[in-house]
Nanobody
Framework: QVQLVESGGGLVQAGGSLRLSCAAS????????MGWFRQAPGKEREFVAAISRSGGNTYYADSVKGRFTISRDGAKNIVYLQMNSLKPEDTAVYYC?????????????????????WGQGTQVTVSS
């Protein structure tokens, strides 16, 4: 199995940027498709972005497309979420997740129940 630890959250003004990191340990990092999800107070957890095991294929929620970028560094066992042009509605706890299924080039699902491993989350707050 794999252990995931997120970091990089914080308080930022609207229009600002943050980069979240998710450090993975345990089983080989390249064995997992990775995803980012978020959960705002009183709302269900929602998909943000996903990346293939190869790192070459990505997929984004419409709400973040063009503003957020997911990437992974196989040498460091880290997956990143670069968030630009942040909006107050991006305020949430952000979680990274790992999915051991799928082919090397396929992107993970936007369904949270397809992911087997989760981090503890990192808070992102965007002020207006």
């Amino acid at each position: 199995q794999v252990q995931l630890v997120e970091s990089g959250g914080g308080l930022v003004q609207a229009g600002g940027s943050l980069r979240l990191s998710c450090a993975a340990s345990g089983r080989t990092f390249s064995s997992y498709r990775m995803g980012w999800f978020r959960q705002a107070p009183g709302k269900e957890r929602e998909f943000v972005a996903a990346i293939s095991r190869s790192g070459g294929n990505t997929y984004y929620a419409d709400s973040v497309k063009g503003r957020f970028t997911i990437s992974r560094d196989g040498a460091k066992n880290i997956v990143y979420l670069q968030m630009n042009s942040l909006k107050p509605e991006d305020t949430a706890v952000y979680y990274c997740a790992a999915d051991p299924k799928g082919t090397y080039y396929s992107v993970g699902s936007y369904y949270s129940n397809e992911y087997d491993y989760w981090g503890q989350g990192t808070q992102v707050t965007v002020s207006s």
